[in-house]
C-alpha cells in the first residue's frame, strides 16, 4: 500500500488515497447510520459556528469557498510538509475529511438535512456535493505529496520545490473542482 500511496504518478497516488478515503467514508458513514442518532452532529461542528449562508449567491459562494481554503486545503498542503515514516501528514487528514463525511451522511448532521436519513448506498452519494469537495482534497493531497521547504542557515531563505508539471495540473484541478462544488453548493 505504501508504494501506491507514494507513487511518482500523481493519478496513482490519488486514486489510491480516494480508495482508502471512500472506504473509510463508508465505514463511517455505516456505522454512524446504525449507531447514531440522527442530527447528532448539528451545531456542533466549526462550520455551524461561520455565518455562510447569505442573500446573495456570489457572496455565499465566496464564504464557502473561502471556509474550505482556509480550515481544509490550507491545513492540507502544510500537514504534506511533515512526513511520517515517509508519508505526508496530510495523507491522515483526507481520510479523517472522508469519515466526518460519512458521519454526517449517516446522522444527517447537515446545516440543511435531508427530510430523512441517507441510507448507505450507491445512489444516495450523489445526491449533494460533499463527494466532490472530499475528492477535491484528496486530490489537492496527491498532488502536494512532494512539496518540500528548505530553510538556509543564518538568513530567511525559503524555496518550495517538488510541484511537476502532473502535479500542477493536479492542483489546479482540485482548485477547480472545488470551486464548481462550492458554487453549486451556494446555488
Not at 26 to 48: D, H, N, Q
Not at 162 to 168: K, M
Request: glycine share 6%.
Amino acid at each position: 500500500m505504501f508504494r501506491v500511496l507514494s507513487s511518482r504518478n500523481v493519478l496513482i497516488r490519488f486514486l489510491s488515497l480516494w480508495a482508502v478515503g471512500f472506504t473509510v467514508m463508508y465505514v463511517a458513514w455505516s456505522i454512524s447510520y446504525r449507531s447514531l442518532p440522527e442530527g447528532v452532529l448539528c451545531g456542533k461542528l466549526l462550520v455551524s459556528q461561520v455565518e455562510i449562508v447569505t442573500q446573495e449567491l456570489l457572496s455565499t459562494f465566496s464564504r464557502i469557498l473561502g471556509y474550505n481554503l482556509i480550515f481544509a486545503c490550507f491545513p492540507l498542503v502544510i500537514a504534506n510538509l511533515v512526513r511520517v515514516k515517509r508519508l505526508p501528514l496530510g495523507y491522515l487528514l483526507v481520510p479523517y475529511h472522508w469519515a466526518m463525511y460519512g458521519t454526517l451522511l449517516g446522522t444527517n448532521s447537515f446545516a440543511f438535512p435531508s427530510p430523512s436519513r441517507l441510507l448507505p448506498a450507491f445512489e444516495t452519494l450523489f445526491r449533494g456535493v460533499g463527494i466532490c469537495e472530499i475528492t477535491a482534497y484528496t486530490l489537492l493531497a496527491a498532488a502536494t505529496y512532494g512539496v518540500t521547504v528548505y530553510f538556509s542557515r543564518g538568513r530567511f531563505d525559503l524555496r518550495i520545490v517538488g510541484l511537476e508539471r502532473a502535479e500542477r495540473i493536479g492542483l489546479a484541478v482540485s482548485m477547480a473542482l472545488l470551486a464548481v462544488s462550492n458554487f453549486v453548493e451556494a446555488w
